[in-house]
């Protein structure tokens, strides 16, 4: 009787080690269907998906825009003020870093508004976020104070001009030496969104 137990217990083990990797899988295979979703894929924020599309028949990814100008600004004199303008000027090459290492098509700079020759996946970005945190607070309590950046974009399809598909993403970076500079924890943000633009498009 132990015997049989034990040989059940075994099997039954089994199967559950089998059937994991399987439900986890599910679990993180993302939408694409048309519809809205919040936490899309585990990863975005929130994501709608107008027009599904096969990113395999696209040549190259563009962006077009990569808006700050509604960005709202510290009072300048805070001592972050200087930060946040800074971070203006370099967050745009660090989000195109991201985008470009992690997608699956080309990352075409030269051409931002997916004309000419083959097909081109056009994103449009505006920066909604730009919360430069506390260094001082990073520094003594890890976690706390952190570098905060949110965009809002769509991806169109170039030729058309087409919307197909809008995303709304938020990261934050709390941890660097020193309590983190403002700099590096920005440029480490945007190039993290980038990624996960990058993850959206390959989804596809």
Known sequence: MIARNIVFFCLLVGNLILLAPHDATAARKAATSPGTYSDWGGDIDEVTIIQPFNAAGYDAIAVESFDTAGVALP????????????????????????????????????????????????????????DPGSQAARYFLPGAGAVKIALAGEIVDGTTKKTLVRFKQERRSAVGFFGGGYEALFKRTAHQIGGDIAGLVNAF
């Open 75 to 130: 009072n300048p004199k805070d001592n972050t003020y200087p930060a946040v303008l800074g971070a203006i000027k370099v967050i745009k090459p660090a989000f195109m870093a991201g985008l470009e290492e992690n997608a699956r098509r080309k990352v075409d700079a030269s051409n931002p508004r997916g004309t000419g020759k083959g097909r081109t996946l056009v994103i449009r970005a505006r920066v909604t976020k730009l």
